[in-house]
């Protein structure tokens, strides 16, 4: 597999997986014209793009899919509820609730919990190497904890540092309690806790994802991380852990 990060945060997410017979977008979160520009930068042409996955309805995730989708005609993946909501103009939608295979491909949909209908992480396995992508969410059921162990690359929420985002006088208390609910995003604490839990011999790559730029930064994402893993004895090399940005690709990553 070879993944590239072409945008994380609360302005447009998009990340790009390729596979032995594919290559997928997750989610289309920024414009059309962003993803096609970032993706020729690899030299990777967007009509070879043939299958998309929606995580939920919000508009960092599926800004430029009307878009891609009336050029490039790929298949688009979601639920019903997702479509519903997010009232796209698009006739390849493909539904998916449970874990589908494509030749050597198999990908398996994560509920998240989320304030938005139907919300989705995924895992992608194929021929022993697998990517987690989970962003947009308040907890993990731990239903999935067993079966989020042990994969090769995490693509993981670390939203906000709780401080920072109650210190912020430019947030209206009710949007505070959002973002810190069930409903809401991951804190750096919760991302570590849960990364700290998940990852295993086979890891050889985290990168923390939708960050805040408000009410997070970096270095504190990082610091998190790093520290949880040293008091649990965990040896990761930290060179392996990346940040993900709002206006810039990070990739590319071989597996």
């Given at each position: 597999?070879?993944v590239i990060v072409l945008s994380s945060g609360s302005k447009g997410n998009s990340v790009?997986?390729?596979?032995?017979?594919?290559?997928?977008?997750?989610?289309?979160?920024?414009?059309?014209?962003?993803?096609?520009?970032?993706?020729?930068?690899?030299?990777?042409?967007?009509?070879?793009?043939?299958?998309?996955?929606?995580?939920?309805?919000?508009?960092?995730?599926?800004?430029?899919?009307?878009?891609?989708?009336?050029?490039y005609h790929p298949d688009i993946y979601l639920t019903e509820k997702i479509e519903k909501?997010?009232?796209?103009?698009?006739?390849?939608?493909?539904?998916?609730?449970?874990?589908?295979?494509?030749?050597?491909?198999?990908?398996?949909?994560?509920?998240?919990?989320?304030?938005?209908?139907?919300?989705?992480?995924?895992?992608?396995?194929?021929?022993?190497?697998?990517?987690?992508?989970?962003?947009?969410?308040?907890?993990?059921?731990?239903?999935?904890?067993?079966?989020?162990?042990?994969?090769?690359?995490?693509?993981?929420?670390?939203?906000?540092?709780?401080?920072?985002?109650?210190?912020?006088?430019?947030?209206?208390?009710?949007?505070?309690?959002?973002?810190?609910?069930?409903?809401?995003?991951?804190?750096?604490?919760?991302?570590?806790?849960?990364?700290?839990?998940?990852?295993?011999?086979?890891?050889?790559?985290?990168?923390?994802?939708?960050?805040?730029?408000?009410?997070?930064?970096?270095?504190?994402?990082?610091?998190?991380?790093?520290?949880?893993?040293?008091?649990?004895?965990?040896?990761?090399?930290?060179?392996?852990?990346?940040?993900?940005?709002?206006?810039?690709?990070?990739?590319?990553?071989?597996?």
């Open positions: 597999m070879r790009y997986i390729e596979t032995n017979n594919h290559r997928i977008l997750v989610d289309i979160g920024t414009s059309s014209l962003y993803v096609e520009r970032s993706l020729k930068n690899y030299n990777i042409d967007p009509k070879t793009i043939d299958s998309i996955f929606i995580t939920h309805a919000h508009t960092d995730h599926i800004a430029g899919i009307n878009v891609f989708s009336k050029k909501e997010a009232k796209l103009n698009i006739v390849n939608q493909v539904y998916i609730n449970k874990p589908i295979i494509l030749d050597t491909l198999t990908i398996t949909p994560i509920k998240t919990s989320h304030d938005a209908a139907d919300s989705h992480g995924y895992l992608f396995e194929e021929n022993g190497t697998s990517v987690v992508y989970i962003t947009d969410t308040g907890y993990i059921n731990s239903k999935y904890h067993l079966l989020l162990q042990n994969h090769s690359m995490y693509i993981f929420e670390s939203n906000h540092d709780v401080e920072k985002l109650m210190n912020n006088t430019k947030y209206p208390h009710y949007l505070k309690m959002r973002i810190i609910s069930d409903k809401g995003h991951l804190s750096n604490k919760d991302s570590a806790y849960y990364l700290s839990n998940f990852i295993g011999d086979k890891t050889k790559y985290i990168v923390l994802a939708h960050l805040s730029e408000e009410n997070n930064d970096p270095e504190l994402a990082l610091e998190s991380l790093t520290s949880t893993l040293k008091s649990k004895n965990i040896n990761f090399v930290s060179d392996n852990i990346y940040i993900a940005k709002q206006n810039e690709t990070l990739g590319v990553f071989e597996l």
